[in-house]
């Protein structure tokens, strides 16, 4: 067994016991993958200001997202599937981040359901929302998260319609994965995952199927994916969602200050700085970039959280010195999951955790509240010279 130091080490040991479809999945992004990479990069771009000779005794880490505690502004976000990469990774996950005091967001299109995760935890996590075209299917979901006791809805609102991911589609990506010479050839070499995969029954999307008229498995599932995300979404329909949830609503995916201001008028709780982890818009701002301009244009008016290339509690400190009230981990946590199952992410976390604390130190702070762009050397033309329209 390696020593892990780094996320970079559960992602390598992902990449050796997972499936290769199910590692490509979640390492890639849409088309050139420019966004997805310049999420991680442009984290580089931000240096960090060492400040000596300060007394960095009593130091916390702990703070409030969306007015609940937690013992670091690290959410874990949705990710679909999350199932697949470990047998019951959704649950793992969610008793992980429970353990951690953080949040965990349940995503629509997860393995494990909503009742199922409920009932495997004993503290309410956040369920992420895809509107969809089925009304019905929305307005039972949602009622499902309350009686499930979800503490918060993610609205997710930059997938109405597909980006493409090459590798997905060379990959054949299916659930089940099919029998073919290449995949047989590829699960002769990951017999942990097959072996943790074979104890559980939790193969299939389990806030979909059985949940929707003419859905029992996944042929006809696939289909309804394919044809189901909701192409019409506007504002109007958030807010009847809103309504619909009656609880703290968190928009994702906004990456315009013009849509900030939108979502602060239909009343979000939160919004999250994100293009999806680079999945949809290719050739969009890497959020931290995007960062700055939302944070100027609503930061004072509404709580602001960022994804998108977090990989090491320097970038968490950096999101959170620029503005940022909270962060979301996606492929971090799912890195750790796929490794090393529930401890892969507990281990994730406390990677994450002790970089984030031990550089706060070098940067002569003792509390997460008090970082701030005084933290921080941010290059001149960080935001970038585009011209507006
Ligand atoms: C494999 C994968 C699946 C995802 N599925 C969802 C999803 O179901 N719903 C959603 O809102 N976002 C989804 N996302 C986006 C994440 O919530 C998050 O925005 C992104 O992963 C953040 O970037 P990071 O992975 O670099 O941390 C997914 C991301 C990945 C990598």
Not at 61 to 87: F, K, N, R, W, Y
Request: aromatic share 6%; glycine share 8%; hydrophobic share 40%.
């Amino acid at each position: 067994m390696p020593t892990i130091t780094t996320i970079q080490d559960l992602k390598d040991l992902h990449e050796r016991r997972v499936p290769r479809m199910f590692y490509d999945y979640a390492e890639s992004g849409s088309w050139t993958e420019q966004t997805f990479h310049e999420n991680t990069t442009d984290f580089e771009k931000i240096r960090l200001r060492q400040r000596v000779a300060v007394d960095m005794t009593g130091r916390s880490t702990a703070g409030q997202m969306i007015g609940e505690d937690v013992s670091m502004p690290v959410a874990l976000a949705p990710v679909g599937s999350t199932g697949m990469q470990h047998a019951d990774g959704e649950i793992l996950a969610a008793q992980a981040a429970e353990a951690f005091g953080v949040p965990f967001t349940l995503s629509t299109m997860s393995i494990c359901s909503i009742e199922d995760v409920a009932a495997n935890t004993s503290k309410p996590f956040w369920f992420q929302l895809y509107a969809m075209k089925d009304k019905r299917f929305v307005e039972r979901v949602i009622q499902r998260a309350k009686d499930a006791k979800c503490s918060a809805l993610v609205l997710t609102l930059d997938l109405q319609i597909l980006g493409q991911r090459h590798k997905d589609i060379k990959n054949g990506l299916s659930i089940p994965i099919r029998p073919t010479v290449p995949n047989l050839i590829d699960l002769a070499t990951k017999w942990r995952w097959i072996a943790a995969m074979a104890k559980t029954k939790r193969r299939q999307f389990g806030n979909i199927v059985g949940h929707i008229d003419g859905i029992s498995d996944m042929s006809s599932l696939s289909i309804w994916a394919a044809e189901s995300f909701d192409p019409k979404l506007n504002w109007d329909e958030v807010k009847e969602i809103k309504k619909m949830w009656g609880g703290p609503l968190i928009l994702k995916g906004i990456l315009d200050a013009e849509d900030a201001k939108m979502a602060l008028n239909v009343g979000a709780d939160a919004i999250i700085v994100s293009n999806h982890g680079g999945r949809q818009l290719d050739g969009a701002l890497s959020s931290i970039r995007a960062l700055p301009a939302i944070l100027d244009a609503v930061g004072d008016k509404v709580e602001v959280h960022m994804d998108g290339g977090i990989r090491s509690g320097q970038d968490v400190l950096k999101a959170l010195a620029l503005g940022a009230k909270g962060t979301y981990i996606g492929r971090a946590f799912v890195h750790g999951l796929g490794a090393m199952g529930g401890p892969g992410v507990t281990k994730a976390l406390e990677i994450i955790h002790k970089e984030l604390d031990t550089t706060m130190a070098l940067c002569g702070e003792t509390n997460v509240a008090d970082l701030g762009r005084h933290n921080l050397l941010v290059p001149k033309d960080f935001e970038g010279q585009w011209q507006s329209p």
